[in-house]
């Protein structure tokens, strides 16, 4: 990778540089090669929302072929056990306290 040396900036443009940066979290340096690669390449970072949708996409792909339950089953199945341990339990189990 090439080092580049920029001088005689404008002290308005370095601060304001470093405020975009502490924006963005990240260090002055990373936000000059984010500027750079913006301006240059059009390489702007993608929303969020699209790296989440890319994420989601990515494990479907990945568990795709297993068997898993539903919400409504897991439910079910959560119902089922607690009306069978409530009637191992006896009657005064179910009720409160």
């Known amino acids: 990778m090439a080092t580049l040396t ?47 949708a890319e994420r989601l996409a990515e494990f479907r792909r990945r568990t795709a072929g297993r068997e898993s339950s539903t919400a409504s089953e897991l439910l079910e199945q959560s119902r089922a ?7 191992k339990m006896g009657p005064e189990a179910g009720e409160a306290s």
């Open 6 to 52: 920029v001088r005689n900036l404008e002290d308005d443009v370095v601060r304001r540089l470093r405020i975009r940066a502490a924006e963005h979290g990240r260090s002055a340096e990373a936000e000059h090669r984010a500027l750079l690669r913006e301006a240059l390449v059009g390489d702007e970072p993608e929303p969020a929302h699209l790296r989440a």
């Open 81 to 87: 056990a607690r009306l069978e341990t409530l009637m």
